[in-house]
């Protein structure tokens, strides 16, 4: 198993400003992921986090708006850019060795 | 496009009962498929797995039962407990080395004491 921390664990911000999500992992994991959870709503992938490469991007989710970083087996960061109150939600980060997943807590954040 | 999504939004039941909560799928090339529960304010926590060779499993309480002819799965909860409340998300992955997991629209089960 995986224990993951991701924080902040809220934020409040003002639009057009800049915030990263940090995800720590206890032990180091094949793949990490990037996830946006509107409340009430499914998960969606945003993108794959890459140790050491660019990250790997789903429809609709560019680098620009989502800059990620891995610099290692162990920790990603999200960036959420230039934000609009369309972006206020809940993301989680997770990571898996196989089938299972572990995911964090979530980062709810609300954009005004 | 492919996508999992499920039948029922809300499933309310009594404590002590059986519950059982339905997903369709679409994807014929996927190879596993998973059930997470997420508790308010938590991230989604693994629950069971299934791999697309077997038509059951069973876990702690849980059993998952899988029929690729129609393409349906279901998770089965024996006993329901109020701790049980929660949305349940089924989720399919083609494996290959990647496990990236598709999730399914989520079912959130209300247990009554």
């Known amino acids: 198993s995986a224990v993951i921390s991701q924080k902040p664990s809220r934020d409040i911000c003002q639009r057009g400003t800049s915030l990263t999500i940090q995800c720590q992992v206890d032990s180091q994991v094949t793949m990490m992921f990037w996830y946006r959870q509107q409340p009430g709503q499914s998960l969606t992938l945003i993108a794959t986090a890459n140790q050491g490469s660019e990250a790997t991007y789903e429809s609709g989710f560019v680098i620009d708006k989502f800059p990620i970083s891995r610099p290692n087996l162990t920790f990603s960061t999200l960036t959420v850019s230039n934000m609009s109150p369309e972006d206020s939600s809940i993301y989680l980060c997770s990571a898996q060795n196989t089938v299972e997943a572990f995911f964090g807590q979530g980062t709810r954040l609300t954009v005004v | 496009g492919e996508n999992v999504g499920l039948h029922l939004p809300t499933l309310s039941v009594q404590e002590g009962d059986n519950s059982i909560i339905n997903c369709a799928y679409s994807n014929s090339a996927s190879d596993y498929f998973i059930w997470y529960k997420q508790e308010s304010g938590k991230g989604p926590q693994f629950i069971i797995d299934i791999r697309s060779n077997m038509d059951k499993r069973q876990g702690q309480r849980v059993t998952v039962l899988l029929n690729k002819t129609v393409k349906h799965l279901s998770l089965q909860i024996a006993a329901t407990q109020p701790g049980d409340s929660a949305v349940y998300f089924c989720?399919?992955?083609?494996?290959?080395?990647?496990?990236?997991?598709?999730f399914g629209r989520g079912t959130s089960l209300i247990v009554h004491p």
């Open positions: 989720a399919e992955g083609t494996g290959g080395g990647s496990y990236i997991p598709t």
